[in-house]
Each structure stands twice: as C-alpha cells, then as structure tokens.
C-alpha cells in the first residue's frame, strides 16, 4: 500500500495583521526555573504552585492597572510558595532565581519567528502571563 499524502490546497494564506502571545513557557525557556524553584522549595510541584501564583498576582495586577518591579511579584510569590507546604526559603537561593529570571533564554526559533512577522508589519503583543489552561479557565469563568 502506497503512503498516500492529504492533498494540499495552494491557497495564499493572508499575513495577519496582529499576533497576541504569551511570553513564559512559551517564548521564553523556564525548565532552570522550574529545577531551581522545586529545589529552593524542596517539593516537586513547587514550581507549579510558584507559577499560579506569579500569574494570578500578574492578572489581577494587570486588571487593576496596578505593575510592580518583576523581581518584587517573584520573590513574593515564592515566599507565599514556600509557606504553603512551610518552607523557609534560602535567601541566596532565592537571589539566584531571581538573576536568573532576568537572563531567560528564548526558546529555539522564537528570534528568527518574531523578526519575520516585525519585518512584515505584523504587531506582536503579548499577555502579561498565562498559560493557555489558565486562559482557557479565565474565559470559563466570565
């Protein structure tokens, strides 16, 4: 039997005018974060429950019109993280983190991607932070 493949339409597709994307887990690599986060909270999920906090705090931030210093909404969702399971938290642990959420690297490709669509005149614009389950529950709820 022949390995037969779908036939494809060749239609132009229309460059979009505008793309909305999230940045952390997206464009963004967060797997040190996320070893360093369960590490500085001694718990697997740690992680997990630090990035539900860090996008709760973004959203309703962004809701009220209310920003803070990046730096300021991480380390206090870690220590509202570390209190959860009762964790203490190392402060120079914590430091490191923080070093290092300001030197995330892009994912592969995302440079090439995004220069492409800049070229083309193509607004990019971004969601302060949520992950698409956490949109997808945000919709359900309005």
């Known amino acids: 039997m022949k390995n037969e493949q779908p036939e494809m339409s060749?239609?132009?597709?229309?460059?979009?005018?505008?793309?909305?994307?999230?940045?952390?887990?997206?464009?963004?690599?967060?797997?040190e974060v996320g070893k360093r986060v369960n590490k500085l909270l001694d718990n697997k999920r740690g992680y997990t429950l630090w990035f539900e906090l860090f996008v709760q705090y973004f959203?309703?931030?962004?809701?009220?019109?209310?920003?803070?210093?990046?730096?300021?909404?991480?380390?206090?969702?870690?220590?509202?993280a570390a209190r959860t399971p009762g964790e203490k938290l190392n402060e120079k642990g914590t430091g490191g983190l923080l070093q290092l959420l300001k030197h995330l690297p892009?994912?592969?490709?995302?440079?090439?991607?995004?220069?492409?669509?800049t070229t083309a005149?193509?607004?990019?614009?971004?969601?302060?932070?949520?992950?698409?389950?956490?949109?997808?529950?945000?919709?359900?709820?309005?």
Request: charged fraction near 15%.
């Open 106 to 117: 892009a994912k592969d490709g995302v440079q090439e991607v995004l220069g492409f669509y």
């Open 10 to 31: 060749h239609q132009t597709l229309a460059m979009p005018t505008a793309i909305l994307l999230d940045v952390y887990e997206t464009l963004l690599g967060m797997a």
């Open 59 to 80: 959203s309703v931030g962004s809701c009220m019109a209310r920003f803070h210093p990046f730096a300021f909404i991480a380390k206090a969702m870690l220590q509202m």
């Open 121 to 142: 005149n193509t607004a990019l614009l971004r969601l302060p932070i949520l992950r698409s389950s956490q949109l997808i529950r945000s919709l359900a709820i309005a």
